[in-house]
């Protein structure tokens, strides 16, 4: 396995890359788990319950009506939040409300951002307690508008890194990327796979020697197996549809928890 790159610029992470880089730096690995917001009565529940369970980190996701991204798990999360009036404004403020412990990230699509404005969004966000932001289809050479916003007010912008993407625009991702790298797992949109794909210790082989910053793989990580698997290369993993299948499915915090302490144990393992 290749060390990662030693620090070449002189940025100060923010709060969501400190943190995980204190749970690297210390020998173990991250785990960011996801919850789609407004899903149910119990959502931010739930949120609370994960990050109890040992989340280091949670993405909130911002219902959209075509999340290109999204498999048909979060895409079900998707249109019963939107059913119950869920709104970009109601999740943040309910999350302004919220005591989670662990750094909070959005992840959702630039029409949103657009929409609302980049400035106006960066700081809804800073005022929701978020510190981070994934828009997956947000490509870094189309990113500076909005960037430059998210930079000013101290929102870490998480960009992504697919298995066909070419080294040398990988190392540009890398260099903006902020909080963490995402690296994806597959080809494909997300969703609960039986097998890990092949694709996903390779990508995260691939990048940890571009970056100091950690390499986190998502995108068809179903379980405590898979999550350890991939976290033989990765320095951590993020675990969204599974998680979110046992809400839609009715187990509610208690079994989101469940579910989470066991991927925090799996991973612990490796």
Request: net charge negative.
């Amino acid at each position: 396995m290749s060390a990662p790159l030693a620090r070449t610029d002189a940025r100060i992470p923010g709060a969501l890359e400190k943190r995980l880089r204190a749970r690297r730096d210390d020998g173990g690995k991250i785990l960011i788990a996801y919850v789609t917001g407004g899903m149910g009565d119990d959502w931010l529940d739930a949120v609370r319950a994960v990050a109890d369970a040992g989340a280091d980190a949670i993405e909130i996701g911002i219902p959209f009506s075509d999340p290109v991204m999204d498999g048909p798990t979060v895409q079900e999360a998707s249109v019963r939040a939107l059913r119950r009036g869920t709104t970009p404004a109601s999740i943040f403020a309910a999350l302004a409300a919220a005591e989670v412990g662990v750094p909070l990230a959005v992840m959702t699509y630039y029409n949103l951002v657009f929409r609302a404005g980049h400035r106006r969004f960066a700081r809804a966000l800073v005022d929701a307690g978020v510190v981070g932001a994934i828009v997956p289809d947000l490509p870094l050479e189309e990113a500076g508008g909005w960037s430059e916003e998210a930079d000013a007010v101290g929102v870490e912008t998480v960009f992504l890194v697919a298995p066909s993407t070419p080294d040398e625009r990988a190392r540009r991702i890398c260099a903006r990327s902020r909080g963490f790298v995402y690296g994806i797992g597959l080809m494909g949109v997300t969703g609960e796979r039986a097998e890990l794909a092949s694709t996903a210790r390779e990508v995260a082989g691939r990048l940890r020697p571009m970056t100091d910053t950690p390499v986190c793989i998502g995108i068809g990580v179903s379980n405590p197996a898979q999550a350890a698997e991939v976290c033989t290369e990765a320095d951590g993993v993020i675990v969204g549809s599974a998680l979110v299948r046992k809400l839609l499915d009715g187990g509610g915090p208690d079994a989101a928890a469940d579910f989470v302490a066991d991927l925090r144990a799996g991973i612990d393992a490796v």
